[in-house]
């Protein structure tokens, strides 16, 4: 069922995809009307436009979401994905804002995160209604403008002011289903350095003729990404002097799959002749953050068997001449208490004279193997497919999180290579074309139940 008309629904698929690819709608300041940016809100004027012209009832909740629906029926059923991208980075091939089609991928940023899903989503509605198929719930379509943010803002706006499903799914991780995501920690860390303790590198080291101090340090665009690049500022006896690191991007949740430009760039900075408080500072770093992702050095290791070991990427690193900052990453297993970590980080940081100033908080998602939910999403995934696994967890974070009875739902097989918040990122054409059958036959199916 299904598979007939995505087939035919398939260059409108693609050239509303590359109309929205086009949108750069990653993180920007607020405007007017706009509470996540220019943007993300271009990105879902285009997307309700587009729903508009199927026929379906659509509504802007405030810029901060919105909302496409078909169908009849007291419940009503959702599809909840992201407009909203992360910041492009550097090393693309082709542009990250022309959604480009090449050797049957369409690459740019949010083809895969989240855009290309959740407009095989979107169109697989459209299917839904061509097909003319009784309902017996109403079938929605909500759009967010600033998940890749974290803290899901603009669903907990939405939750405040619209209806809320009885049932749905997000397309925004893996297939066959996620029954478990961990729990997610954002932490920001620092260190300011006294008067005292930046006087006179050159005595320090015994070099009459060097006097060496920090004038900015700078990586990483988003917390849960893997910096690919990071530069430090040193004034080394009244001259500039830049060093510069590279690495590879990846998505915050696995940054054993990326290389972290800022270990190299920490590594550095720890042999410099600068004031020993602050080499000490970047020493103490060094070891406690870039030999491993797990956080043995933190003493955070821990894992379960439903959820899997807690994973660290360090995000977010900045300084200057009296302080140096940075962020982290955290994802721990489903069965673990946050406060534990908590305690253990303090702790750790405290040991080199770090601070934790701050932290926000995801609890984690964890329902059984065994519900309705995932026996019908399961169910769909094989009948699509031909494929039998298992239900999987995860250390992303998703708009399951945000409401009741959702759970994440694709767009990746088991197997897949597809570079999550990298350069080039991209979906295969094929893949989007089955993606919309099996969100269409998954949205009928739960809506009958």
């Not at 491993?292 to 439903?306: F, K």
């Not at 054409?429 to 009958?448: F, K, P, S, T, W």
Request: glycine share 10%; with cysteine.
């Amino acid at each position: 069922m299904f598979e007939d008309a995505m087939i035919q629904l398939k260059d409108e698929m693609i050239r509303a995809l590359c109309t929205n690819l086009r949108i750069q709608s990653d993180a920007q300041p607020p405007e007017e009307g706009k509470p996540n940016g220019p943007g993300a809100a271009r990105a879902l004027e285009h997307a309700l436009r587009t729903a508009e012209q199927m026929g379906f009832a659509v509504k802007d909740v405030d810029g901060q979401a919105g909302w496409a629906e078909y169908g009849d029926g007291d419940e009503m059923i959702a599809v909840l994905g992201h407009l909203d991208v992360v910041p492009a980075g550097e090393g693309w091939v082709n542009p990250p804002y022309a959604g480009m089609i090449e050797d049957g991928k369409i690459f740019g940023r949010g083809a895969i995160d989240n855009k290309g899903p959740i407009f095989a989503a979107l169109y697989g509605l459209k299917a839904i209604k061509d097909s003319g198929l009784s309902l017996g719930r109403r079938i929605r379509i909500i759009f967010g403008t600033c998940e890749e943010q974290g803290a899901f803002a603009d669903m907990a706006y939405y939750a405040t002011k619209e209806e809320l499903p009885v049932a749905g799914f997000t397309p925004d991780a893996d297939f066959p289903v996620i029954y478990a995501e961990k729990g997610i920690l954002h932490v920001r860390f620092s260190r300011e350095f006294t008067a005292e303790e930046l006087a006179g590198a050159a005595n320090q080291a015994g070099d009459p003729y060097t006097d060496i101090s920090l004038e900015s340090l700078k990586a990483g665009n988003a917390i849960n990404m893997v910096p690919d690049k990071a530069e430090a500022v040193l004034n080394v006896s009244g001259r500039q002097v830049k060093l510069e690191t590279a690495g590879r991007s990846a998505h915050g949740s696995t940054p054993q799959h990326g290389q972290n430009a800022c270990f190299p760039l920490l590594e550095l900075l720890s042999r410099q002749d600068l004031p020993l408080a602050m080499q000490d500072a970047f020493s103490f770093l060094t070891h406690i953050l870039t030999k491993e992702t797990a956080g043995e050095n933190l003493a955070v290791a821990v894992s379960d068997e439903p959820s899997g070991a807690l994973s660290v990427n360090l995000g977010l690193l900045e300084g200057d001449g009296s302080c140096v900052r940075g962020g982290l990453d955290i994802r721990y297993p489903v069965t673990v208490s946050k406060d534990g970590i908590l305690s253990a980080l303090e702790s750790s940081f405290a040991q080199g004279g770090f601070n934790i100033d701050s932290f926000s908080h995801q609890p984690p998602l964890y329902v059984p193997k065994d519900g309705y939910l995932v026996e019908t999403l399961m169910r769909v995934f094989r009948e699509k497919t031909g494929l039998e696994y298992e239900p999987v967890s995860t250390g992303g974070g998703t708009y399951a999180r945000s409401m009741p009875n959702i759970l994440a739902y694709g767009p990746l097989f088991p197997g897949d290579v597809y570079p999550f918040h990298q350069p080039n990122e991209f979906i295969d054409v094929d893949r989007l074309v089955l993606l919309g059958q099996i969100y269409a036959q998954a949205m009928y199916e739960l809506a009958q139940l």
